[in-house]
Every structure is written in C-alpha cells, then in structure tokens.
C-alpha cells in the first residue's frame, strides 16, 4: 500500500532529482523510495559483525566484560531489528 507524504525539499536539489528521474525514465515516487530503500539498508546492521560481537562478549568468562561499547550496541541493534 502507498501513501501520499507532504514534504520540504531544497528546489534545486528537486529540479535535479526531477532531471535525473525523466533522464532515467523513472516516476519521481520511484526515485525517492529507492532512495529511503537504500537510506534504512545502509543504516542496519550487518549480521555477521553483529553475531561475531555477539561470541566476543560471549567468550569471557566473566560475563562478557571484555565486549565494548560498540560491540554491545551491534548486539542490541541486531536484536532489536529482528523483533
């Protein structure tokens, strides 16, 4: 299902969008949710660094306390998506 957005966007940021949508023969709303597709695919975590943070902070013996902070936010980011 679709639904209409109302947004701000930059002019001439627009009128090359528009361009490159016409150039690539492609609907503006195409553009725009390859775009956003692309955006929240950059932004999850990859799966792989996230289980091997995940037996890292496993791995100690005193509760994972060798694990930083990255490693912990990976695991929990991870977990989070797959809920």
């Known amino acids: 299902?679709?639904?209409k957005v109302?947004?701000?966007i930059d002019a001439e940021l627009l009128r090359e969008v528009k361009r490159a949508a016409a150039?690539?023969?492609k609907r503006l709303c195409d553009?725009?949710?390859e775009a956003l597709t692309g955006?929240?695919?950059e932004r999850a975590p990859e799966p792989r660094r996230a289980m091997q943070a995940y037996r890292r902070?496993?791995?100690n013996p005193?509760?994972?306390m060798g694990a930083g902070m990255d490693d912990l936010r990976e695991i929990f980011d991870d977990d989070l998506?797959?809920?």
């Open 1 to 3: 299902m679709k639904t």
């Open 23 to 25: 150039e690539d023969g």
């Open 31 to 33: 553009l725009f949710a």
């Open 6 to 8: 109302g947004t701000l």
């Open 62 to 64: 005193i509760g994972g």
């Open 57 to 59: 902070f496993c791995s």
């Open 81 to 83: 998506l797959a809920r």
């Open 39 to 41: 955006y929240l695919a």
